[in-house]
């Protein structure tokens, strides 16, 4: 059984901070891209930053020079720090991770359950 449990979310005032943690747990072999995804109100889910294997990032226009994806492999897990936070950055954010697990030799992605970011006043 495979788990990705975020941690973090909260409510906050604009221009505060707040940084998600998302850690994998179970039997795993090998993890791949790890994401940070989010959902608003009546909005698709949207990709938010990813970070490769080889630790290669990328972001998305609306969070470049705000947001910092990173990993610890060691510990399997997957951080957002995110910065100078603005209203319509409100949504639950949702973690990703493509991995294998033991056994195996394909890649399975598997999603976190979800953590509720309120940037209010």
């Known amino acids: 059984q495979v788990q990705l449990v975020e941690s973090g979310g909260g409510l906050v005032q604009p221009g505060g901070s707040l940084r998600l943690s998302c850690a994998a747990s179970?039997?795993?072999?090998?993890?791949?891209?790890m994401s940070w995804y989010r959902q608003a109100p009546g909005k698709e889910r949207e990709l938010v930053a990813t970070?490769?294997?080889?630790?290669?990032?990328r972001y998305a226009d609306s969070v470049k020079g705000r947001f910092t994806i990173s990993r610890d492999n060691v510990k399997k897990t997957v951080y957002l720090q995110m910065n100078s936070l603005k209203p319509e950055d409100t949504a639950v954010y949702y973690c990703?991770?493509?991995?294998?697990?033991?056994?195996?030799?394909?890649?399975?992605?598997?999603w976190g359950q979800g953590t509720q970011v309120t940037v209010s006043s």
């Open positions: 990703y991770a493509d991995l294998v697990r033991r056994g195996s030799y394909s890649y399975t992605i598997y």
């Open positions: 179970g039997s795993i072999r090998s993890i791949g891209d």
């Open positions: 970070i490769t294997g080889g630790v290669t990032t």
